[in-house]
């Protein structure tokens, strides 16, 4: 073990804490501190100069004046003092702290005392944290005692939804929840890495800001999809797009959301998008049933609502499994008269024997192989009569498979309480959202997801025009050739072949300013043409005509934060009008390059619309796949690299033009 992970250790476990900044007086910050750390079973001495005792614990005036070198500190001090506490703190020996204030103006000085001392830091601006195994609560606030025990290790930059998380009282519990603030020293990398350690820790649960050490955080998650433990993340905002993102085209269009999007997919990660989709996703993973591949199936009691869930699972993009004939044919021999076998299922229609009707149905679903998670889809609300029909049948089917298998609600707050208790501690979990547990339920079908994994091919020429530099990687690109005056232009012309494109060579976005003459043919026509092209300097390139095809842009940007992202979008002058692209962590397998291609909402063009031929999408994924290889190979060469368009035809894939953006730093 490193000393930064022993460090790191040393605080979640710790065996003894100061805390500084103790105070007796009731409600203060400094009286809860002092309150959830003897909740634990550390060793706890007070420090304070001005109180000799606090209740029954004596307070000593110093972190000098304490008998034992102590493993954790906790800093209830203002930040004017800040520095000096955690300074004396590494003198008398501490191995860590927990920094409660925002360190305002005084975050580096914190760092660099921590880490010249080798101290693990939680925080600042943050509300601690708590470790259910090690019986060890480092908190500036009050939180549940105890805790929710439970295969879930979380950090959130959010103290906000530190707080609520602990206090959700949903189907899950904690072995580690860190509150990690700003993180100036202790990262969520180093939390990760902690809780891989726990055998015990079966779920990671991450709540981000921001992005922050992306390179260690990166394989600190392919560690945790290596080992089979999922890894849930909630992010909030994302990385600035910088100068040079926005100096190409696909800069422009690689959004903050999306890039986090393509982290998570490159780490195995399941990424949400909101705290509702966040508690569903987590307590459906921690139930600990996994799919075995396939799509979700439900079975309601309610025709409208088996209909709305339809139409959500649309908007989500949600596919529902296909039975098969034999469970089609079961499904079918307990239906009342009108009712059909389908998936979603509406099963209600008399009412009668509705716990082995409904168990029958939920069971027949659960053993299909198609079905990889499956619902019982109803409201749960409290049943005055005392019926307790629903929650029986789908306990009695949780006790027969460990196939994946819950029960989805739309209102939460119509859920009967008790009842959603009882299926929990039958480990049955509960959806409190129809939108959100949907998404839960596909997160559960897809995982684990393979990820690619980073292999160079060669750095490539050093500095290569742009046709060059795509050739090199075996892109297609059409016969170019460059020209600074009308004899030269012709030259080329006469080389690649008639008919040829000019386009001015001075500027990035070419026909925003009548920059481009396609389809010139002759001499004649080609000194016209240069000469009004010349108005925007002297420099044009001269190349072939490229067949009729789709048009698409396929390039990378290098993220500030997250390294190169691979682009895929709608090409050519409206590619920022619609607006329709994805983003991707390279390197790119073959399958993943398709998963790119199949976001698009271009793609049904690429089959042949309406009549019009089939694109080789195959010669498509051969430029997607290089053009990921590009940028592992050369992001610290390169700020943006774009080939736009890319015009594909049933013939091939060739680009016909590119922009490059050398790293000047």
């Given at each position: 073990?490193?000393?930064?992970?022993?460090?790191?250790?040393?605080?979640?476990?710790?065996?003894?804490?100061?805390?500084?900044?103790?105070?007796?007086?009731?409600?203060?910050?400094?009286?809860?501190?002092?309150?959830?750390?003897?909740?634990?079973?550390?060793?706890?001495?007070?420090?304070?100069?001005?109180?000799?005792?606090?209740?029954?614990?004596?307070?000593?005036?110093?972190?000098?004046?304490?008998?034992?070198?102590?493993?954790?500190?906790?800093?209830?001090?203002?930040?004017?003092?800040?520095?000096?506490?955690?300074?004396?703190?590494?003198?008398?020996?501490?191995?860590?702290?927990?920094?409660?204030?925002?360190?305002?103006?005084?975050?580096?000085?914190?760092?660099?005392?921590?880490?010249?001392a080798g101290m693990a830091v939680c925080g600042a601006g943050c509300m601690g944290f708590v470790n259910t195994v090690a019986a060890v609560r480092a908190l500036g606030y009050l939180e549940p005692d105890p805790l929710?025990?439970?295969?879930?290790?979380?950090?959130?930059?959010?103290?906000?939804?530190?707080?609520?998380?602990?206090?959700?009282?949903?189907?899950?519990?904690?072995?580690?929840?860190?509150?990690?603030?700003?993180?100036?020293?202790?990262?969520?990398?180093?939390?990760?890495?902690?809780?891989?350690?726990?055998?015990?820790?079966?779920?990671?649960?991450?709540?981000?800001?921001?992005?922050?050490?992306?390179?260690?955080?990166?394989?600190?998650?392919?560690?945790?999809?290596?080992?089979?433990?999922?890894?849930?993340?909630?992010?909030?905002?994302?990385?600035?797009?910088?100068?040079?993102?926005?100096?190409?085209?696909?800069?422009?269009?690689?959004?903050?959301?999306?890039?986090?999007?393509?982290?998570?997919?490159?780490?195995?990660?399941?990424?949400?998008?909101?705290?509702?989709?966040?508690?569903?996703?987590?307590?459906?993973?921690?139930?600990?049933?996994?799919?075995?591949?396939?799509?979700?199936?439900?079975?309601?009691?309610?025709?409208?609502?088996?209909?709305?869930?339809?139409?959500?699972?649309?908007?989500?993009?949600?596919?529902?499994?296909?039975?098969?004939?034999?469970?089609?044919?079961?499904?079918?021999?307990?239906?009342?008269?009108?009712?059909?076998?389908?998936?979603?299922?509406?099963?209600?229609?008399?009412?009668?024997?509705?716990?082995?009707?409904?168990?029958?149905?939920?069971?027949?679903?659960?053993?299909?192989?198609?079905?990889?998670?499956?619902?019982?889809?109803?409201?749960?609300?409290?049943?005055?009569?005392?019926?307790?029909?629903?929650?029986?049948?789908?306990?009695?089917?949780?006790?027969?498979?460990?196939?994946?298998?819950?029960?989805?609600?739309?209102?939460?707050?119509?859920?009967?309480?008790?009842?959603?208790?009882?299926?929990?501690?039958?480990?049955?979990?509960?959806?409190?959202?129809?939108?959100?547990?949907?998404?839960?339920?596909?997160?559960?079908?897809?995982?684990?997801?393979?990820?690619?994994?980073?292999?160079?091919?060669?750095?490539?020429?050093?500095?290569?025009?742009?046709?060059?530099?795509?050739?090199?990687?075996?892109?297609?690109?059409?016969?170019?050739?460059?020209?600074?005056?009308?004899?030269?232009?012709?030259?080329?012309?006469?080389?690649?072949?008639?008919?040829?494109?000019?386009?001015?060579?001075?500027?990035?976005?070419?026909?925003?300013?009548?920059?481009?003459?396609?389809?010139?043919?002759?001499?004649?026509?080609?000194?016209?043409?240069?000469?009004?092209?010349?108005?925007?300097?002297?420099?044009?390139?001269?190349?072939?005509?490229?067949?009729?095809?789709?048009?698409?842009?396929?390039?990378?940007?290098?993220?500030?934060?997250?390294?190169?992202?691979?682009?895929?979008?709608?090409?050519?002058?409206?590619?920022?009008?619609?607006?329709?692209?994805?983003?991707?962590?390279?390197?790119?397998?073959?399958?993943?390059?398709?998963?790119?291609?199949?976001?698009?909402?271009?793609?049904?063009?690429?089959?042949?619309?309406?009549?019009?031929?089939?694109?080789?999408?195959?010669?498509?994924?051969?430029?997607?796949?290089?053009?990921?290889?590009?940028?592992?190979?050369?992001?610290?060469?390169?700020?943006?690299?774009?080939?736009?368009?890319?015009?594909?035809?049933?013939?091939?894939?060739?680009?016909?033009?590119?922009?490059?953006?050398?790293?000047?730093?």
């Amino acid at each position: 073990m490193s000393a930064r992970a022993e460090a790191v250790a040393t605080m979640l476990g710790a065996r003894s804490i100061a805390v500084v900044g103790a105070s007796p007086r009731p409600d203060s910050f400094g009286a809860r501190m002092v309150a959830e750390a003897l909740r634990g079973s550390a060793r706890v001495h007070l420090v304070n100069p001005r109180h000799n005792r606090i209740g029954e614990h004596r307070c000593a005036p110093s972190l000098a004046d304490l008998d034992e070198p102590v493993d954790l500190v906790l800093l209830g001090v203002p930040d004017a003092v800040v520095v000096d506490q955690l300074q004396a703190a590494a003198d008398a020996g501490a191995r860590s702290a927990v920094v409660f204030g925002s360190a305002h103006g005084r975050r580096a000085q914190v760092a660099e005392v921590a880490l010249a001392a080798g101290m693990a830091v939680c925080g600042a601006g943050c509300m601690g944290f708590v470790n259910t195994v090690a019986a060890v609560r480092a908190l500036g606030y009050l939180e549940p005692d105890p805790l929710p025990a439970g295969p879930v290790s979380l950090v959130t930059h959010s103290g906000s939804a530190f707080s609520t998380l602990l206090r959700a009282h949903r189907g899950f519990g904690f072995r580690l929840a860190v509150s990690s603030g700003q993180e100036l020293v202790t990262d969520t990398a180093d939390y990760i890495d902690h809780a891989l350690l726990d055998d015990g820790t079966r779920l990671i649960a991450l709540l981000l800001e921001t992005p922050r050490a992306v390179p260690r955080l990166r394989a600190a998650l392919l560690r945790a999809a290596d080992a089979g433990v999922p890894v849930i993340i909630l992010t909030i905002g994302g990385s600035p797009r910088g100068r040079a993102m926005v100096a190409a085209h696909s800069g422009a269009l690689a959004g903050k959301r999306a890039a986090w999007q393509a982290f998570c997919t490159a780490t195995g990660a399941v990424h949400v998008t909101d705290m509702a989709e966040f508690t569903d996703t987590i307590e459906l993973f921690a139930s600990g049933r996994r799919s075995r591949g396939g799509r979700i199936a439900t079975v309601h009691d309610s025709g409208a609502e088996r209909a709305l869930t339809v139409d959500l699972a649309h908007d989500l993009g949600v596919d529902f499994a296909a039975l098969t004939p034999g469970t089609t044919a079961t499904i079918a021999g307990l239906l009342d008269d009108g009712l059909a076998p389908t998936n979603p299922l509406d099963v209600w229609g008399t009412g009668a024997d509705t716990r082995n009707l409904f168990g029958a149905c939920l069971r027949a679903m659960v053993d299909d192989p198609t079905v990889a998670v499956t619902a019982l889809a109803v409201d749960l609300v409290t049943e005055y009569d005392g019926d307790t029909a629903y929650a029986d049948a789908v306990t009695d089917v949780a006790k027969q498979t460990d196939a994946p298998l819950a029960v989805l609600a739309s209102v939460a707050s119509a859920i009967d309480r008790p009842t959603a208790q009882r299926l929990r501690d039958n480990g049955v979990p509960v959806l409190e959202g129809l939108r959100s547990g949907l998404a839960a339920m596909a997160h559960l079908a897809a995982w684990p997801r393979s990820v690619d994994r980073a292999a160079s091919a060669g750095p490539g020429p050093t500095r290569a025009t742009g046709f060059d530099l795509l050739a090199h990687y075996g892109i297609p690109v059409v016969p170019t050739r460059a020209a600074d005056s009308a004899e030269t232009a012709c030259d080329a012309a006469a080389q690649i072949g008639y008919p040829v494109a000019v386009k001015t060579a001075a500027l990035q976005h070419k026909s925003d300013v009548g920059g481009v003459r396609l389809g010139v043919t002759g001499k004649t026509g080609l000194r016209a043409a240069y000469r009004d092209l010349a108005r925007l300097g002297p420099a044009v390139t001269v190349s072939a005509m490229a067949p009729p095809g789709v048009e698409v842009s396929v390039g990378f940007v290098r993220d500030p934060a997250f390294g190169p992202l691979v682009v895929v979008a709608a090409g050519g002058t409206l590619v920022e009008l619609l607006a329709d692209r994805v983003l991707a962590c390279p390197p790119l397998s073959r399958g993943r390059a398709r998963e790119l291609l199949n976001g698009l909402r271009i793609r049904p063009l690429l089959d042949g619309w309406r009549g019009g031929p089939p694109a080789d999408v195959d010669a498509l994924l051969d430029v997607v796949v290089a053009v990921g290889q590009m940028a592992v190979d050369l992001a610290d060469r390169y700020t943006a690299v774009e080939a736009n368009p890319v015009i594909v035809s049933p013939t091939g894939a060739v680009a016909v033009d590119v922009l490059t953006v050398q790293n000047t730093t």
